[in-house]
């Protein structure tokens, strides 16, 4: 199959910005566009309480524009389709976010991402903004081997982080603490994708790369980076008795622990799709004696209308549960 | 010439912008082989805010200019590209503060800064199929050389043949590392876009503009 | 571009099960599956209140699955991809919503949901089954000329009426009043929905019907069926200009009003593209004084992977507002 | 034969089930052209757990066999068509009730009945190129024939035929309508199927099969 080169949109230069307009409309009850490229929750959070900003680029959605809200994200920075944003705008990101208990800047891992976040520190050194810190997170155990986990990239397992991350700092005062959590969260976090099929890019209209009907690749990154190799389509079983294990032994999950699972779809999975798939996850959980606190199945990290999905667990203590289970109000990310 | 006033230094970045336009789909072009097929918009644009950025400057210095177009390549690029194309200018207006006119040894620290934070920066050496692949051997080859136009012209020659040695390597930086050997065979974009730029300075200098020809006024020196 | 045959399922034969299976034990907290094919809330509503069924085909998920639960349908029956269940499953999912005060059958309008409908209800009646009724629901300007609304299609705009007389059947005691209120939110509701591909059945692996890239077709059917004819696509403004208008003038809507608004994305249409339309329609409802009382923009009711979209707008007075804004609780629908 | 028993009817039921399963591909294929693609597959599974579920009947009668066909195809096809053809045997085993061997002339009013009731559940007439298009022409001819065997095999002629006309047609029910002129060219699935279940019976008839090649025990009359 070949992607979908024919695009609902205006004009190329234009998809980032006319996306967050009609996003911010949308959803003016829990967002704000505070200025070009800046999207802030429409209320902000107590005062004395540390902020969180994100950056990244954009077509994900509804990654990361869906998570800004009470209980999570106070400020997102986006960036061009699949680019990172630069300096200056993780500054203003950083001020908005800046409610007197200093700002930590998450990063997912790529290289773009980390890059601008560690100038826009050093800009934020040179022009005397204190008290804000970086966290780098990761979570795809196909990027780089076990021992060498923060060379690995970040995907949709930090669903996870974000959630927890947001419901500690609403209440949080200590940048420092509020960093140690995200990298407890992140620390137990894994993930593995696959894909069947590529996207293609609304901003040049080309593919992105070619994938013949019938083939898949494990361990894709969220920009269709290049995983383990083209491989034969397995049927749903198979592809789940194949990755699932690769997570469970890489933490390594244990009989006994507890954890949150998130079957995301990377664009144009069907949830019929999904549904099956999720059905051998829980069953392979139940047989190693993993329970499972929460699922989640859906589109949170997306690769554009890329066909594929991942899989991501989340270990979790009593600590984590709570903070998992705390109210959150994001336009796509609800709980009560 | 044999120094550079800001106006120049203004109206080359301007020919910069310019010659990167006019290549833009050939860059786009190279990166679709070998990352996300944005390289030629990417840095086109930002060349281009660069060049929007200089111009409403009021009697900008050397190192302003400079300065101004870190900001607008890392800002206007994004990604780990704008970082890294952004650093060597970042880095390279740390030198030029304190300068009114800059002379080819101070052109030299410039461009040994920019290419020695670009590698901080990036953790890329020569032969890792990046940018560094045509800009290390382009600074080599200027600082090697005796006077600013023979050194624009070697220099221009020496990123052409290190964009090109970028064709048989693996990549070991940026988007094109996931893609192992199937990058082999595929020019760096960034590395061509190294390439442009430097051609576009030897053209420009070449071309030897005047101070008439410039965009904004300033006080001669 | 071409349709994705490559499916993520186990035995084509299985997939409805096989979705159901993961799909309940994912979402326990909120749905059982009572018998085969049979999706009914965890907790059934209060003895003495009206009892919602909803039957249909499958491809369409979340809907209809996503939909049971508090505040929404107490049992959804469901059939196999784009065929509706036979009447056999429709009298059991009857009986399993019966709390005691009768069970309004809802059917989106198709001629399968219709006459199972129909053959389910002589069986009702045959077999002593009382207080029973069913109400036909509809939405889709394309299917059927203004002045023949009974016999348009039901489509994504439903997603207004399941939620509205979810609410009011929470705490209702009579069929007949949450039959009218069902025919009110219909009668308020209008879609129009637009294709740029077409899918492929994960039952028989064909594509369903071709389109060319480039090409679009608007009034397409839930199920792919014919709209007016392909054109060439257009951008997304052009695209809303010539939908949009269709839709305010059937009812028609008039300055003043308040709409409940979704864009729903019939599979594979990225948000981002979403975002970009609603941007254009937020613009065109604020130009003719139609006031957004809220908008929902997603993937509601799908046609497995299409790209494309639909607008539905739902006229609201204050008793649909309230009824709206009560709390919901199902997988895919949730309001506090 | 002059009389069917009700174990033969089960294996008629039986026979009909294997004939379509045999053309599941090829009426799946004339879906695909006028509407999901599915016919071949929902029709075969509906005959094959008819099938199934008459053979846990105990002794059942005539009418339990055709009761049991018409719920096995409206549960198991669902959608329009498993309405209509469920329908088909619903009404039909409405005048087997009481009837031990069905003769003849029982068996028009079946086929009389489940044409009716085809017919007003599903509101199409000769010529909306529907399985009405193959269903009416052979039950006429059914009853215009004197014996069962002729009629069978006038019936199934009829309904061949019948089939065959909607290529020419544009349809008026069920998803293939909304294809307007793009239908015309195709025959319609439901139309074959019919003449496919007539050419099994007719067939089976053929075999005249005797109570001893039978699923299960009956006493005899
Ligand atoms: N770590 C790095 N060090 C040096 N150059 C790099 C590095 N990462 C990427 N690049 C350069 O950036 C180029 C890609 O630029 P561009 O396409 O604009 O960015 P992106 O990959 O974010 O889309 C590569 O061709 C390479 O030359
Ligand atoms: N209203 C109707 N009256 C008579 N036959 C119908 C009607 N609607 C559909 N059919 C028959 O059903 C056939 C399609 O059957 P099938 O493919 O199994 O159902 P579906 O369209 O639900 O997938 C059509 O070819 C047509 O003969
Ligand atoms: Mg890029
Ligand atoms: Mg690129
Ligand atoms: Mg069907
Ligand atoms: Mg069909």
């Known amino acids: 199959m070949s992607a979908r080169k024919q695009k609902l949109i205006n004009k190329p230069e234009a998809i980032v910005d006319e996306m967050l307009a009609g996003f911010c409309a949308a959803y003016h009850d829990i967002v704000r566009l505070e200025r070009e490229r800046l999207v802030v929750r429409a209320e902000p959070k107590a005062p004395g309480k540390v902020g969180l900003v994100m950056g990244g680029g954009s077509g994900h959605e509804p990654a990361m524009l869906g998570w ?61 903004i204190e008290n804000v810190d970086m966290v780098i997170l990761y979570d795809d155990i196909s990027s780089a081997p076990k021992g060498s986990e923060s060379e690995r990239r970040g995907t949709a397992g930090l669903f996870f982080v974000w959630k927890m991350l947001g419901a500690y700092c609403e209440g949080a005062v200590d940048l420092a603490a509020a960093k140690a959590l995200a990298e ?33 690749e494990i361990g894709m990154g969220l920009h269709g980076e290049v995983g383990r190799g083209r ?83 989340c270990r979790v203590d009593d600590q984590l549960k709570d903070l998992w289970d705390a109210p959150a109000n994001g336009a796509y990310m609800k709980q009560v | 010439m044999t120094t550079i006033a800001p106006a120049q230094l203004a109206d080359m970045i301007g020919s910069i912008a310019r010659r990167i336009l006019s290549e833009r789909d050939r860059l786009n072009r190279l990166d679709a082989a070998l990352g996300d097929g944005d390289h030629g918009t990417s840095v086109s644009a930002a060349f281009a805010a660069a060049a929007t950025d200089i111009a409403e400057l009021k009697q900008p210095s050397a190192g302003d200019i400079w300065l101004a177009t870190a900001k607008a390549v890392m800002n206007r690029m994004g990604g780990a590209s704008g970082a890294i194309f952004g650093t060597f200018f970042l880095k390279g207006a740390g030198h030029l503060r304190g300068i ?74 940026g988007r094109a590392k996931y893609l192992s050997e199937r990058a082999i065979g595929h020019v760096d974009p960034g590395a061509s876009s190294i390439a442009v730029i430097f051609e576009a300075v030897d053209d420009w200098w070449g071309a030897n503009p005047t101070p008439s020809t410039l965009q904004f006024e300033e006080a001669e020196h």
């Open chain 1, 68 to 128: 800004v809200g009470e209980g999570l994200l106070d400020v997102n920075v986006v960036g061009e389709v699949f680019s990172a944003p630069g300096p200056g705008p993780i500054i203003e990101g950083i001020r908005a976010a800046d409610r007197g208990a200093g700002v930590l800047l998450c990063v997912s891992h790529h290289e773009g991402d980390r890059l601008n976040a560690e100038l826009a520190l050093e800009f934020c050194e040179m022009e005397g």
């Open chain 2, 100 to 173: 009114e006119r800059v002379g080819k040894s101070d052109m030299e620290a410039v461009l040994q800064a920019g290419l020695q934070g670009v590698k901080a920066r990036g953790k890329a050496e020569v032969g890792d199929k990046t940018m560094v692949d045509a800009l290390e051997p382009a600074v080599t080859a200027f600082c090697g050389a005796d006077e600013f136009a023979g050194a624009w012209t070697r220099a221009t020659e020496a990123a052409r043949e290190g964009a090109e040695s970028t064709r048989e390597l693996v990549a070991r930086r």
């Open chain 1, 231 to 313: 491989q034969k389509a397995l049927s749903a079983d198979d592809t789940i008795d194949l990755m699932l294990p690769q997570i469970l032994d890489d933490l390594p999950f244990h009989a006994g622990d507890e954890a949150l699972v998130l079957l995301n779809n990377s664009g144009s999975l069907t949830l019929m799709e999904l549904f099956i798939l999720y059905r051998r996850v829980e069953k392979m959980l139940r047989e190693a004696d993993i329970k499972v606190h929460k699922s989640w199945i859906g589109a949170y990290a997306t690769t554009l209308e890329t066909a594929g999905f991942a899989i991501s667990l």
């Open chain 1, 184 to 216: 407890k969260a992140r620390d137990n976090t894994r993930s593995l994708a696959m894909s069947l099929s590529s996207c293609a890019s609304p901003v040049s209209g080309e593919v992105m790369f070619e994938m013949a009907e019938g083939e898949m």
